[in-house]
């Protein structure tokens, strides 16, 4: 007999949680989250889960990022406490997962002490979307599904007009993502060489590849402080580029983010989507925000009905 299927959602991106329940044909199953007035967080499932296939939606997504793991971690411990069958935690966004590395003496390697404390609490098994880095997918010990966003993006580039357009990226750690979207589409790819100073300094020092046409498709996974892009287009002028499309998957726009990448001319289109909540101060006027609800929907499915993933990862 197949376990029935209960789908909660944290307090960080309710809509998005809805939208996969709608998909779905299941209502959202009901929670409450509250602070007690010490500030410590409080959380009730407001249903029974007892032998259910329990899915938690909670990205790690601004303001309150430290709350929003602490929620996930009740809401996980709760489900297993009240003898959830199965309880995957869906982590839309993994902002801990650009802690990948110790690169500075006395510090944490956050995105596996996260990984670790979301199984110590409860999760069987984690679903995520473009990890910064792919060895975070190895920080987790339960089954990991790591699903790409490239399926939406493709799509909505495939009825544009492309000519005389490069695919780049403005970080040689992703020049797999990029490669991936200029062989669908057809298109060439090159690369920005930069060194990252601090959380808002970057240093360009060249362009790896040629640059075909005066329009770039600026691609990353994700868009925080926006300088990592702003100073790759300040360097790709030197080739000619007049145009640039920035593609994320998600769309963090952090502090002064949207007000620097709206005054950068070359920008005429911003592509992200809805893996995070995107507030109307941060839409930004040529922002077009891409839904991986049926990504999402659609791997649920698979998990719960115990069917194979590979679909999904064809990208």
Do not use: W
Not at 43 to 60: G, N, S
Not at 170 to 198: F, N, Q, W, Y
Not at 291 to 301: C, D, H, K, T, Y
Request: glycine content about 6%.
């Amino acid at each position: 007999m197949k376990r029935e299927l209960s789908i909660f959602s944290g307090s960080a991106h309710p809509e998005l949680a809805e939208e996969i329940c709608a998909l779905r044909g299941v209502p959202l199953s009901p929670s409450v989250t509250r602070h007690f007035h010490n500030d410590n967080l409080y959380v009730q499932l407001q249903e029974t889960v007892r032998e259910r296939d329990v899915f938690i939606v909670q990205p790690f997504s601004t303001p309150a990022v430290s709350d929003r793991v602490l929620e996930l971690l009740l809401m996980l411990d709760a489900a297993r406490s009240a003898s959830a069958k199965r309880v995957t935690a869906v982590v839309p966004y993994f902002s801990y997962s650009r802690s990948d590395k110790k690169d500075e003496p006395r510090i944490s390697i956050a995105g596996r002490l996260i990984a670790d404390l979301l199984v110590t609490a409860g999760a069987q098994r984690i679903l995520t979307m473009t990890l910064h880095a792919p060895q975070v997918h190895g920080f987790f010990s339960v089954p990991t599904d790591h699903l790409s966003s490239m399926p939406v993006i493709v799509s909505y580039f495939r009825d544009k007009d492309l000519t005389d357009t490069t695919v780049v990226t403005p970080d040689m750690g992703h020049v797999k993502r990029a490669t991936e979207l200029g062989r669908e589409l057809g298109l060439p790819v090159a690369a920005v060489s930069k060194k990252r100073i601090s959380d808002d300094e970057v240093i360009v020092d060249g362009v790896i590849g040629e640059i075909q046409g005066q329009h770039v498709i600026l691609v990353d996974d994700e868009i925080a402080a926006g300088t990592s892009m702003i100073k790759a287009i300040e360097k790709l002028r030197d080739y000619g580029v007049t145009r640039a499309t920035l593609v994320c998957t998600h769309g963090i726009f952090c502090g002064p983010a949207v007000k620097n990448l709206g005054v950068v001319p070359e920008i005429k289109t911003i592509i992200t989507t809805n893996t995070v909540p995107i507030p109307p101060e941060k839409q930004i006027k040529g922002m077009e925000i891409l839904s991986v609800a049926p990504l999402f929907a659609e791997a649920i499915r698979r998990i719960h009905e115990g069917e194979t993933m590979k679909p999904l990862f064809d990208y």
